[in-house]
DNA sequence: TACCCTGGCGCG
DNA sequence: AAAGCGCGCCAGGGTA
């Protein structure tokens, strides 16, 4: 193997070009971890076949503002070399493939059609466990630690060890090959793995998918800075407003934020009674869902030691105190949240999440940086414990929803799954009932609420929905009879009878999981609908299995979706998909297409060829992410605009 | 100082 | 150790 350092520029151009139509790596090094606004110091190549490797450096240590401004020359070149030799014919493999790929701006699906490889992705197929980093994935398939060697050799202040582009160059670039080295070991070893366990059609699949996110997160979603500026003045005003009736509530100024010292004065300084803790240490025996006997003394528990959670402090504590924590909290972590989106946005106004593929342990995507997936929205949640979700709307500025816009001459589109957990659970258990309650339609969460505890009236009627729903959920998933019971603030025999209700309204739950651990002993892992494997070694948590095949699996039937999805928008122009957010997929759409797009998504959004039961969906439409109302289906199932749209939406 | 863990809370 | 599941982010508090 050829080794070569210090290359010149025309160098790299000569020697990549030798190496078209072969396996190459490629690994950067880089000023940051953000692919739109750090730099390139350093890109090297493996390439095995032709016996050749190399690395290209800016040359210097990059420690002043004019060390980045010189590195501008060495990016622009270094990406027009990649950019213009990566051609069809050539596998690249990188670990972590869409940083490099941002970092170089290459794109296969832009450029000239080379495939890519992607380890971490490998990594992630093979075991969801393992953790991606290229460090911890040597150590865990190569049984090696070569970074280690290398790290010794940077600079001992333990700042700039941790910071690459500050090492001497000569460092950096046999740091960046070995990199290169390890990538390929692993993608060699982990490929007949992968074969050997049937994964391949899946993780081609999945760099498919990888291509298109790059996609979605170099467009980006545009941020309304105006309305972030002013909900985030408006928060902090609020945050003040509210720690100072906290202080003089309790006589005193204290960090509120710490659980200790907030503890202390609520129920030692102002005497208010310890609630007692549902959620506390259980002793004795319980019945778990597949009927056995368990016999355990649980240790510590929820909110143990400091009783500040919301949920207690508003449903256990009953002290208007507890009302103003949580508005306290909430204002601050808003505040937190609207000030991370004013950093994290590009100087065009745009915000470039990260769509991570290897981030969950069931194979659904995760959003970070910042994460979109969990954006509060105009309805705001009063339990903690996610027992009821319904009631207080917030006010604009506290509806964040808002702060992401459509761009100009676009509307945004919403397009999600009705119920798609429980239709999933139909399919995969086959239960009959919940089938055909799917296909008539039927409002299924509200007929159970409606036999469990009768008809209330209308507004109450929808609270038992919701506590219906999460129960739903939480007795496929492993739910046990006492948590139950305290959740709700039922008697052991309330819960046992709402048990009862739900398993004889899906007969198929406990076989099914039963099942579900039974495989997993058997053979270590199980395996979902689309080829997925999920392990686990531990049989007290194999019950997580249950869980892991439907939200895996709808992550997988939501990721063939979006990808036809993006495919038609491609062919059509209209727009393009912004965000994926577990069951629904948040589009900017031409406005005067949108009633083409959402009849033509909805359908291909049901995948009919994969399931015998279509999985329906919802459309919603707005300015922003804030304001979508849904759309209008007639009689023959032809989604509209809502009657007064525009009128609506442009009073705000 | 730089981690690591935990609690709290937003979403599906 | 863990018996509804899966995330990410922030802040506090303890430890090396």
């Known amino acids: 193997m050829l080794t070569l350092t210090n290359l010149t520029l025309s160098q790299f151009r000569k020697i990549l070009k030798t190496c078209s139509g072969s396996t190459i790596v490629l690994d950067t090094e880089t000023t940051g971890l953000y692919w739109w606004r750090s730099k390139l110091t350093t890109v090297g190549f493996h390439c095995l076949e032709k016996q050749i490797e190399g690395v290209i450096d800016c040359g210097f240590e990059v420690v002043t503002q004019d ?8 990016n622009e070149e270094g990406k027009e070399a990649i950019n213009s030799l990566l051609v069809s014919g050539t596998t690249v493999i990188f670990h972590n493939a869409k940083f490099d790929m941002g970092m170089l701006e290459v794109c296969p699906e832009t450029t000239n059609g080379w495939k890519i490889i992607d380890t971490a992705v490998m990594v992630h197929l093979y075991d969801s466990r393992l953790k991606k980093s290229l460090e911890l994935a040597e150590k865990e398939l190569l049984g ?10 940077a600079p001992t202040n333990p700042k700039i060890r941790k910071r690459i582009w500050q090492w001497p160059p000569a460092i950096r670039q046999d740091y960046c090959l070995n990199d290169c080295r390890v990538t390929y070991q692993l993608a060699e070893t982990l490929f007949p793995v992968l074969k050997k366990l049937g994964l391949l ?14 996609y979605t997160e170099h467009l980006g979603i545009s941020l309304d800075k105006q309305f972030v500026g002013k909900a985030s003045l408006a928060m902090m005003a609020k945050q003040k407003e509210l720690e100072q009736k906290l202080y003089d509530a309790i006589g005193y100024e204290f960090n509120w934020r710490s659980n200790d010292q907030l503890s202390k004065a609520l129920y030692e300084d102002l005497g208010i009674a310890r609630p007692i803790n549902p959620f506390a240490a259980t002793k004795g025996s319980y019945k778990t869902k597949l009927g056995f006997e368990r016999v355990k003394e649980l240790k510590g528990g929820m909110y143990n030691k400091t009783m500040t959670s919301t949920f207690l402090l508003m449903e256990k504590v009953h002290h208007p105190l507890g009302e103003l924590v949580a508005s306290l909290r909430e204002a601050a972590k808003l505040y937190k949240t609207l000030n991370q989106w004013l950093d994290l946005v590009d100087e065009n106004g745009i915000i470039h999440s990260n769509f991570n593929v290897t981030g969950t342990r069931t194979g659904r995507l995760s959003s970070s940086k910042p994460n979109l997936d969990n954006i509060a929205s105009k309805v705001r949640s009063r339990f903690t414990q996610g027992l009821f979700s319904g009631g207080i709307i917030r006010s604009e500025e506290y509806n964040l929803r808002n702060a992401f816009v459509a761009r100009l001459g676009y509307y945004m589109l919403s397009i999600d799954y009705r119920q798609m957990e429980m239709r999933f659970f139909g399919i995969d258990s086959g239960d009959e009932n919940l089938l055909s309650f799917l296909a008539s339609g039927k409002d299924i969460h509200l007929m159970i609420a409606l036999k469990v505890w009768g008809d209330c009236g209308k507004e109450q009627n929808m609270i038992h929905r919701e506590w219906s729903k999460t129960i739903a959920f939480g007795l496929i998933y492993g739910m046990t009879t006492g948590s139950l019971e305290h959740k709700l603030g039922m008697t052991r025999v309330q819960a046992n009878k709402v048990i009862e209700d739900y398993w004889g309204a899906f007969p198929r739950i406990r076989p099914w999981l039963f099942e579900t651990v039974t495989t997993c002993k058997e053979q270590g892992y199980i395996r979902y609908w689309s080829g997925r494997i999920w392990r686990e070694n531990t049989e007290m948590f194999m019950y997580k299995g249950a869980n892991a095949r439907v939200q895996g699996g709808c992550a997988d039937l939501l990721s063939i979706a979006a990808m036809r999805t993006h495919k038609w928008l491609l062919e059509k122009g209209y727009g393009n998909i912004v965000s994926y957010i577990y069951d629904e997929l948040l589009m900017e759409i031409r406005k005067e297409h949108i009633e083409e797009t959402a009849n033509a998504i909805s359908v291909i959004m049901q995948v009919p060829d994969l399931f015998e039961l279509p999985f329906l969906t919802d459309c919603s439409v707005g300015h922003t992410y804030g304001d979508l109302v849904k759309m209008y289906q007639d009689e023959n199932g032809i989604w509209h605009l809502p009657e007064n749209f525009e009128k609506e939406q442009s009073h705000a």
Do not use: A
């Open 67 to 74: 060390d980045f401004d010189r590195l501008d020359d060495f």
């Open 144 to 153: 090696t630690n070569s970074k280690r060697s290398h790290i010794e050799k």
């Open 201 to 214: 059609p899946l993780f081609w699949k999945d760099m498919q998918y990888l291509k298109q996110i790059y």
